[in-house]
């Protein structure tokens, strides 16, 4: 295999350093319409800072979803009705 020498490997492993290969991909919700406890899916390969859109499995209503990844790999999530802040 060959090696590269441009850099780029040791730029990616600057900003996304490898620790101990941790990082949580589920988090536990309460939605805001129905009540309801769900277990979703975080993917930290989104990077650090995430904002998306999700609708409940129970009541399909959306969400408005707000994930941060820590350097340890733990995961922030908040949650809450897509008509209002989160």
């Known amino acids: 295999?060959?090696?590269?020498?441009d850099g780029v490997d040791g730029d990616l492993d600057a900003e996304f350093s490898l620790g101990d290969g941790t990082a949580e991909m589920e988090a536990t919700v309460v939605c805001p319409y129905c009540g309801e406890s769900l277990t979703i899916a975080v993917d930290p390969g989104g990077g650090t800072e995430q904002e998306y859109v999700e609708d409940c499995e129970v009541c399909c209503r959306p969400?408005?979803?707000r994930v941060t990844y820590e350097a340890d790999g733990s995961a922030s999530v908040e949650l809450g009705a897509t008509d209002g802040e989160l």
């Open 63 to 65: 969400w408005a979803v």
């Open 1 to 5: 295999m060959a090696s590269r020498s």
